[in-house]
């Protein structure tokens, strides 16, 4: 047997939001998913135009930016949780930016921010492989 948890249980809302889980539906999803894969797509459009100008290997550093905010997007996207929209206690499950509602719940907060430092954590740690990787490809 397992001891209980001492954390609060999960509050669902009628509009899907749950904290620290679930803070944007599938229109907000779109557009994260979207700019994740333009921030890759300028990310290895940088590491091409470094590569062909011959810029020394460590000056592909710079690279990290997009990459961590591609994956940064992509996270989002697949947890379906905006790091925005919980700093700013808001969610978001209507197809557009005046569906916008306030999360007043300060506990709830406190779980997006942890959620949020997560994900932080995670993206910089996928972007900053995928930059160490371009960083030691030789071309």
Known sequence: MTAPSSASPIQYTDDGYVPGVCNIGPWEIRRR???AI???AIGLVGFALLVA???PAIV????LFPFWGGALSWLQ???RF???FAMASL???GDEEASRQQVADAAAHHQDMLAVMRMTRDSFVIG???TIVAVLVTV
């Open 33 to 35: 998913r979207s700019f």
């Open 38 to 40: 333009i921030a890759f």
């Open 53 to 55: 100008s011959g810029a």
């Open 60 to 63: 592909r550093l710079v690279l």
């Open 77 to 79: 996207a697949r947890r």
């Open 82 to 84: 905006c790091a925005g």
């Open 91 to 93: 969610s978001n499950f």
């Open 128 to 130: 900053l492989a995928i």
